[in-house]
């Protein structure tokens, strides 16, 4: 029994070895049980693109970590506009989220530039082709269309 349980954590420890490092975080000596520890960020870290990050749950590889290592392969609105919008709004959220703890990281405060920017043409472009998109869209020219049809759900095509 205690050598299938050497055999176990030998394996377990050869996973771990074998994955880049920022997939690895590391707790303190001693650290106490149910005491949770979220490793700390190194600066710059990679990325995935904001679409693969909406199907990933994060635009961090180092912090992808699925549950029951289930992965979400499919996102209907994959290649749409409001794909894009998704991806985007999500891949803010985290690059703000890590910007609290990075604030002088100069690469990832110009990719949150570019997104911010990506996701204010993408909206604007939305809100024109297919209506609101947020309240803030729902009055144009003196006029409020939140509740004008069609929905976005009941477009029979594709939103491109």
Do not use: C
Request: no cysteine; net charge negative; proline share 9%.
């Amino acid at each position: 029994m205690h050598e299938h349980i050497q055999h176990t954590q030998n394996h377990h420890h050869a996973e771990i070895d074998a994955l880049p490092d920022y997939k690895v975080g590391s707790l303190p000596h001693r650290a106490p049980l149910a005491v949770p520890f979220v490793p700390i960020q190194g600066e710059n870290p990679p990325q995935y693109s904001p679409a693969e990050g909406l199907n990933r749950g994060t635009i961090f590889p180092g912090l992808d970590l699925p549950f029951h290592n289930q992965v979400n392969e499919s996102n209907p609105n994959a290649g749409t506009l409001l794909g894009e919008i998704q991806g985007l709004g999500l891949a803010l959220t985290d690059l703000h989220l890590y910007l609290d703890t990075h604030p002088h990281d100069r690469d990832v405060v110009r990719i949150f530039e570019e997104y911010s920017y990506q996701l204010a043409a993408h909206k604007k472009r939305y809100a024109a082709e297919y209506g609101p998109l947020t309240l803030a869209d729902a009055v144009q020219d003196g006029t409020y269309s939140w509740l004008q049809d069609p929905w976005p759900w009941e477009y029979q095509e594709r939103m491109v």
